[in-house]
């Protein structure tokens, strides 16, 4: 566990540093230079059906390689050539997506041409900003086997995200058209998918000959078996995380997508150090699984479920106590996204509760139900947005994802309990829970700064505010002592700098 305490830890300072720059981005900068919600709706959306698009041009293999990569490993043979492969099957399913965009286009132009227009005008921007995406996976995925999962979070976290306010900085000073700026924008994700590429070679581990491919039938029917299956598990997700913003596009216009699309990016704030957590442990519980060691999976899937309460409770509080003060800093036009804000970061927080879940279904033989699990959830998640978006407008779709994640991550809890015996609550977690709650109720009776107050007393008080909660809440964890490893490091970097 000391190894996934330590990349979790430095991966989510650099996660953090990259939200601080992702904050002033895309929750306030791009809403205050783009007239309207138009433009960010665009980018919402480009960058939602992107990621769709990669995990099928991925063909699965990404989630394979997590399962049967400890088959592959071995730096003097060039891992079998296990990059080569991904890389080759990768470009035939990338060839696949751009031609499903190509037979796409008529459709899409009949669609959606009245209310998103700018999206059937820039719709081709989908082929470059699908190919850097998805070979950036590839490549940070291949990077994370290699157990380095810190430098794909620093550039996607990080570095990708301060190129795109500087793509933004040389749009609001006039420099560049709103055409340039997009294509200064994808740069945004071609330098990280470059620098990636150059950190695997200087790890010496850029391997592509063919010579060393090799892989036996067995290996490679299992390989393609649970390809297949993480293919259709991964497209899920990727599907349930998009489905909400096509259909509010579809429904209500790019406007209300762009609303929906600022509003989403604060609650994806909350799981971030969930995101580090799943890159870090998914390669310690396969190679767990590889020798049977139940008792290790057992205490990462324990640690996960409460660390991460505690990490998404911090944030999801600080959130939602410092809302009224974030939307000062907005147009008018994305007040109608408050609610949706704590819909979806609760959807989030019961995510982020429920642990490694997923990943040990995922990397057990029982795989296939995981996929099964996801392609369930799809009905869902359409069904609650066909109903709950035209009552309830981008409020309802918030609400059916917060509403279809508590289902699929209780079927999911459930059925890990069931098969492999493993519960990972215990009464830390209730606890967990309350405190959050007391610390919320605390912080949001102490009076917020007047309607025409000052920007700069806004500010102190959302700074303020949030070392508050950051002190209350933190100090209750470890004086409640309800983290050994929480309070292991507090113990730790007492010693470091206070000797």
């Known amino acids: 566990m000391g190894i996934i305490k330590r990349q979790t830890i430095q991966s989510s300072l650099y996660a953090y540093a990259g939200v601080a720059v992702g904050f002033l981005t895309q929750g306030v900068f791009f809403p205050n230079i783009f007239q309207g919600t138009q433009v960010v709706g665009l980018l919402t959306l480009l960058i939602s059906l992107s990621q769709v698009l990669a995990q099928a041009s991925n063909l699965g293999l990404n989630g394979a390689g997590g399962r049967y990569f400890p088959f592959f490993r071995n730096a003097e043979q060039q891992h079998n050539g296990y ?172 406007g209300d997508t762009g609303v929906y699309g600022t509003a989403s990016y604060f609650a994806a704030v909350i799981a971030i150090p969930a995101t580090m957590l799943y890159k870090v442990s998914g390669t310690l519980i396969a190679e767990s699984w590889k020798t049977n060691d139940l008792q290790n999976i057992a205490m990462i899937y324990r640690k996960s479920c409460l660390n991460q309460l505690i990490a998404g409770c911090l944030v999801f509080v600080g959130v939602a106590a410092n809302l009224s003060n974030v939307f000062r800093f907005l147009p008018a036009d994305y007040a109608a996204g408050y609610y949706v804000i704590l819909w979806l970061g609760l959807g989030k927080l019961i995510d982020m509760a429920t ?83 007391a610390v919320w109720w605390v912080s949001v009776q102490i009076p917020y700064p007047a309607a025409d107050a000052p920007k700069w007393k806004v500010i102190f008080d959302l700074a303020w505010r949030s070392a508050f909660i950051t002190a209350l809440f933190g100090g209750g964890v470890i004086g409640l002592k309800l983290s050994t490893d929480i309070n292991e490091t507090v113990v730790g970097l007492r010693k470091r700098f206070f000797k």
Request: net charge positive; with cysteine.
């Open 83 to 254: 990059l080569l492969i991904a890389c080759l099957t990768t470009l035939a399913g990338f060839s696949l997506c751009v031609f499903a965009l190509w037979l796409a286009r008529p459709w899409v132009i009949e669609w959606y041409q009245k209310d998103s227009a700018l999206f059937v005008e820039y719709y081709y921007l989908l082929i470059p900003l699908t190919l850097f995406t998805v070979y950036f996976t590839v490549f940070d995925n291949y990077a994370r086997l290699l157990y380095d999962p810190v430098t794909g979070t620093i550039l996607q976290q990080f570095v990708q995200r301060v190129l795109i306010l500087l793509a933004g900085g040389l749009y609001w000073l006039g420099w560049v058209t709103l055409p340039q700026f997009l294509g200064v924008w994808l740069l945004a994700f071609l330098v990280p998918l470059l620098v990636m590429i150059v950190s695997v070679a200087r790890d010496e581990a850029l391997f592509f000959s063919r010579r060393f491919v090799s892989i036996d039938a067995t290996l490679r029917r299992n390989l393609m078996r649970y390809a297949g299956i993480t293919l259709t598990s991964a497209l899920s997700t990727q599907i349930v995380w998009t489905i909400d913003k096509v259909m509010i596009n579809s429904k209500q216009g790019l």
């Open 355 to 437: 642990g490694v879940n997923g990943i040990i279904l995922n990397t057990s033989r029982f795989y296939a139900y995981d996929s099964a699990f996801f392609v369930v959830l799809i009905f869902i998640t359409i069904g609650a947005n066909i109903y709950l978006i035209p009552r309830f407008g981008i409020n309802g779709a918030a609400i059916g994802a917060a509403l279809a994640t508590f289902l699929y991550n209780f079927v999911r809890t459930l059925f890990v309990g069931i098969a492999f015996k493993l519960q990972p609550f215990t009464w830390r977690n209730l606890v967990v829970i309350v405190l959050a709650l």
